[in-house]
Every structure is written in structure tokens, then in C-alpha cells.
């Protein structure tokens, strides 16, 4: 070897033949040789070199050439966990590059584009409050508070120069393209980190995590947590929007299929009215994050926030009720509606039993029964049958018989065999009394294919979900498709119909469905109905970590797996003990004093 650094070495060789040592004398330089990995990239199955140590940017470079990704990279799996960017390699990976299409990598794009709204919101407004509250209107709402001339925080409604200042100093901060640099200290340290900045969200979510290592971020001299990695830099997101909206803002994200251009926006007041509501219920119970409910369960409270979160339903479910028998006798049809798990079936009960209090008698008609026979079901381009699509409904004979019934005639209405795929006709006739109402449930329900012949003041319509308004912390909220999937997940494993990977598997298709058609509907609903329970995750972490740590590493659903119990460990588990026989909850955990005949 050449080189100034280069010296002598002299090494002893031990000879197994003759038994005796002898000297070798060589030149080298002092480093030793560089260890190298092999890493997998996944977007094209091709294995190459690279030093131990290497940064996923480093391996996409040298990759980037051959994946031919739509839109551009800003996240990676590795080893079917999602890492940022800046993530180091000291052992031989799996790598899988996404972009923001991909549900991680979508995440990974809404969760640094929150950082820079909350840095210039800073900026602009120090010692504000920015609250990122939930998804609406295909973006996410926010809550903010200025300070006033006193110093206090004012929940005074933003002006337009105001949100065109706060919008200004985040295109600044994108073009400076300001990396986001993220620090891992222990969790004590974290809690002194934000303790000192006065964020006791993030203080109560980290004394309550059971953690030893923590990590937080740092954009400029502006320091946040999260619980999921971020982009290298600010000048990854060019896709974003701000604007004014009620009396926050409105912060525009990139479409699911289409990242390089904004979601479309959808009005959705009445959806905003519902997440406005359970935010009215949280004050009453005072909650709002995970800390709280944490703290909350240790000094234990667990059972009272059952209870009152239970009452707070079924008050609303009176309410229903008693509005519906005010508009009999015209009224005589209540549609409901709602997302894969968002407790539609036992709304559906609890809202019957309360209407026999009311002195009517309900009458639950299925859509299910008029399914088309399973030849003649729609397909998906893979092939596989389109069960969500409309057309696997026969809605005009459907609608003929509802019109037949609301006249007082008898009919007689067919029964789906799901053995066979077959409609049968098995002499089952129905005829609505004068006290009568017709419920129908199902996620067509406030299709207007189903209706359109029935006038509209004879029909009631109740959308449903579960709107999730416990955030982790302040900038840091849940989604509400997580909370409806560990539900799933959760009844799908318990009723042995499929397991948790098979559940997680088929989730992007029940979401698009959902896009396709339910969502475009719910705003047509004359009511909304909200499912979820303040303290269910601490319920639902009891269920769903064995059933989530079933799922092997090696499975594409890990990644997923590992994300939901990720943020689940973030809360107390509860035991469900105290979760009563008719609460929507039990459809999903079992032990419901109700009968769900599929």
C-alpha cells in the first residue's frame, strides 16, 4: 500500500507443520477496512454494497436510478418498519423507498408539513398555542390562540392578514429548506426539554409512556415531538395550503392518489359540528389527550370515565329517538349509515330500544337481503368481487317494496343465503303497522339510488363514526381510521373470520371503498352520531397487543402492526370489565347482551 500514512506492521504467524513461529513484515495503512452491508432495496430486488453506517439517502442515491417511483421519495421502510430518510444502516436491511401516495409515506409528509405550520406560527405569533385537532375537509383542522396586550392567551378569531402572515413565514421556511433534526435523549431529559418550554401535553404523554429513551425534533431554534419520523428538510413539502376556517385554520394537504397537487376540498360543516360537540363532551370530562386520560386512570377515575362517556351516548341516542316519534306518523323510514366499524349494527339496537320507549315499534329491514345473486356481483380490476359497490344491491327492487310497505301493504321481502350466493324466496312477508318505523342500516343507507323515490320528509338519516378528538398531544393527533381499524381488527380476530394480517391486508380496499361510497353522503345525514369513547384506546390496548404482536416481521402488514401498537402503548391499559353489555364497544370486544345475527 502506498501513501505518507503508510508504516510497518509485523505480525506473528503460528505454522501447524513445522510448530514454530515466523515473522511477516507488511506495510498498511492505519485504518482498518471498511465494513460493508448488503442491502436489499425492495422497489426492484436488487442487492448491493454499501459502508456500514450509510444513511438512507445515501442508499436511494445510489438506487434512485432504478426505482421508478411516481412521486418523489420522502420516507423508507426498513425491515417493514417506517424510518425518515436520515435513518443509518449498521446491518444488512431490507429497504423500501416511498412516496407520499403510500400510506407511510403520507404520514410521514402531514407530520413534518404540521412542524413547519407550528415553527411559523411561532415565528409570527410567539407564545401562541397551535392546536392540530383532526382531519377535515380532506385537510386538517387547527385551534389557535394568540396572546393578547395582557399576555394572556385569547381565543379570538383569526383574521385573514393573520393567516396570510403565518402562511408567508411557512413558504420561507420551505424555501430555506431548514433540515429537521431529531434527538435522542433519555425521557427524563425530553420532559425537562418541553417542561421548561411549558408544554405540559408533551410532558404528561412522556411521564405516562413507560419509556426510557425518548425522541424530540428541532426545526431552527423551534423544538416539537413526534411520535413518527419526519422528512430530512422543510424544502420536501411543496405541496400544502393554509387558510382561514370557522374560527382556526385549515391546513390543505396533499391528495392520497395524486401528492403533487392539493386534496380537493369538501365542505363538511355538519362533520365539524360533530368533532365540535365531542370537544363540548371532552371540557365536561376534562380530557383532551393522552396524558390526560393516562393521569386520569392512575388516579383512578377509569370506571367514572366509562360511565359518563356511556351516558353521554345514550343521551344523544334519546335525543334521536325522541326527535324521530315527534315526526311520526309521517316519518316512517330512519336510514343509518356509518364506515366499516364504526358501530352502526349496535346503534342500530340501542336505537330501537329507545324508540319502543317512545311508544313506536321498530322494524329492521336488511339491504344485505337484496343483494344480487353472487354470478351476477360487480368485480374489482384484480378480479375479486366489488361487495361495496352499489350495484351488488338490487336498489330498485328494493325501493319498490320500501314504497309498497310506507302504503300500509304487505310484502313479501327475499332472504340472502350467503352459503350459496343465492337470493331465496321463503314466504317471508312484512307489513308495517300504524306505529311502525322502517329502520334500515347498512353503508349504502344514504345512497340516494336506495331512496329516490321516497319523499324526503318521510325518511330520517343518521350518519355514524367514530370521530376520535383524544389527540396524543397537541400537534400530534389520532386518526380516526386507526381507531376504527383496532376495532376491526380486533372483532375480526375474536370472531375467528379473519386473522390480524388478513385484516390489515384488505384495509386500503375498505377505505377506498368508504371514499367511493359512503363519505360522499355523510353530509346528507340529518343527524351525525359520534362512537367513540374517550378512554377506548386504554380499553382496546388489552385486545389488540397480542393480536397485533401475532404477525410476524416478515409480512408487509408488519409495518402497520408495529405503528398501531406503537401509538397504543402511549396509553394505560384499562381491563373492559366496566364496559357495560349494551355499549357499542362490546360489538367489537365482545360480550354484548345483544344478538348480531352475522
Not at 156 to 173: K, Y
Not at 180 to 202: N, P, W
Request: with cysteine.
Amino acid at each position: 500500500m502506498n501513501g505518507a500514512n503508510n508504516q510497518e506492521k509485523t505480525l506473528f504467524f503460528f505454522c501447524p507443520i513445522h510448530f514454530y513461529c515466523y515473522l511477516c513484515t507488511y506495510k498498511c495503512n492505519d485504518k482498518s477496512p471498511e465494513t460493508m452491508l448488503h442491502i436489499r432495496c425492495k422497489n426492484n430486488n436488487v442487492t448491493k454494497s454499501f459502508p456500514e453506517g450509510s444513511s438512507l439517502l445515501d442508499v436511494y442515491q445510489e438506487f434512485a436510478s432504478d426505482i421508478n417511483l411516481p412521486y418523489p421519495v420522502v420516507s423508507a421502510k426498513v425491515n417493514n418498519t417506517s424510518q425518515g430518510l436520515k435513518f443509518r444502516l449498521f446491518q444488512n436491511r431490507d429497504v423500501e423507498f416511498l412516496d407520499a401516495s403510500e400510506g407511510s409515506g403520507h404520514r410521514v409528509y402531514v407530520r413534518s408539513l404540521s412542524f413547519v405550520l407550528y415553527k411559523a406560527t411561532q415565528d409570527v405569533f410567539p407564545g401562541s398555542k397551535l392546536f392540530i385537532e383532526h382531519s377535515l375537509c380532506r385537510g386538517y383542522y387547527c385551534n389557535f390562540k394568540k396572546r393578547g396586550p395582557s399576555g394572556n392567551l385569547e381565543n379570538a378569531a383569526l383574521t385573514d392578514d393573520d393567516v396570510s402572515q403565518i402562511r408567508e413565514r411557512m413558504q420561507q421556511i420551505i424555501d430555506l429548506d431548514m433540515p429537521f433534526r431529531r434527538t435522542e435523549s433519555t425521557t427524563e431529559e425530553a420532559i425537562r426539554v418541553f417542561s421548561e418550554r411549558g408544554f405540559q401535553d408533551k410532558v404528561k404523554l412522556l411521564e405516562t409512556s413507560g419509556q426510557i429513551y425518548s425522541d424530540y425534533y428541532t426545526l431552527g431554534d423551534t423544538v416539537d415531538y413526534y411520535y413518527g419520523p419526519l422528512v430530512p428538510s422543510s424544502g420536501y413539502l411543496q405541496v400544502w395550503g393554509l387558510e382561514r376556517y370557522e374560527e382556526g385554520l385549515l391546513l390543505r394537504v396533499p391528495d392520497w392518489n395524486h401528492p403533487d397537487r392539493l386534496a380537493e376540498k369538501v365542505e363538511q360543516p355538519k362533520t365539524f359540528e360533530m368533532f365540535a360537540e365531542k370537544t363540548r363532551w371532552d371540557i365536561i370530562m376534562r380530557l383532551s389527550n393522552a396524558g390526560d386520560v393516562n393521569k386520569a386512570i392512575m388516579r383512578g377515575y377509569a370506571s367514572e370515565l366509562i360511565q359518563v362517556s356511556e351516558a353521554l351516548q345514550e343521551k344523544k341516542i334519546v335525543q334521536i329517538a325522541e326527535e324521530i316519534a315527534h315526526r311520526t306518523p309521517q316519518l316512517r323510514l330512519v336510514l343509518i349509515t356509518g364506515p366499516s366499524s364504526s358501530g352502526k349494527t349496535t346503534f342500530c339496537k340501542r336505537l330501537s330500544v329507545q324508540l319502543l320507549a317512545c311508544g313506536l315499534r321498530p322494524m329492521s329491514f336488511s339491504t344485505d337481503d337484496y343483494f344480487v345473486n353472487r354470478v351476477d356481483t360487480p368485480k374489482l380490476p384484480n378480479g375479486d368481487y366489488d361487495f361495496d359497490n352499489i350495484e351488488t344491491v338490487e336498489y330498485s327492487l328494493l325501493e319498490d317494496h320500501l314504497l309498497r310497505l310506507m302504503k300500509g301493504e304487505a310484502v313479501e321481502v327475499p332472504e340472502y343465503n350467503f352459503v350459496t350466493g343465492q337470493r331465496e324466496w321463503n314466504g317471508k312477508r312484512l307489513r308495517l303497522q300504524k306505529d311502525s318505523v322502517l329502520i334500515i342500516e347498512g353503508i349504502h343507507a344514504l345512497n340516494p339510488l336506495l331512496t329516490k323515490k321516497i319523499p324526503d320528509d318521510t325518511k330520517y338519516k343518521i350518519y355514524i363514526s367514530a370521530l376520535t378528538s383524544i389527540s396524543l398531544d397537541d400537534h400530534n393527533w389520532i386518526p380516526t381510521r386507526d381507531n376504527r381499524l383496532l376495532r376491526r381488527i380486533i372483532r375480526d380476530y375474536n370472531k375467528g373470520a379473519y386473522t390480524a394480517r388478513q385484516t390489515i391486508s384488505q384495509w386500503k380496499n375498505v377505505c377506498a371503498a368508504e371514499d367511493q361510497w359512503i363519505f360522499p353522503f355523510q353530509e346528507t345525514a340529518d343527524v351525525m352520531f359520534n362512537s367513540a369513547l374517550n378512554i377506548e384506546f386504554a380499553v382496546l390496548r388489552t385486545h389488540a397487543e397480542i393480536i397485533l404482536s401475532s404477525i410476524p416481521k416478515n409480512c408487509p402488514e408488519y409495518s402497520e402492526a408495529h405503528r398501531l401498537l406503537k401509538f397504543i402503548h402511549f396509553f394505560l391499559p384499562v381491563s373492559d370489565q366496566e364496559i357495560p353489555p349494551t355499549s357499542i364497544m362490546r360489538e367489537f370486544v365482545g360480550g354484548s347482551s345483544f344478538k348480531y345475527e352475522r
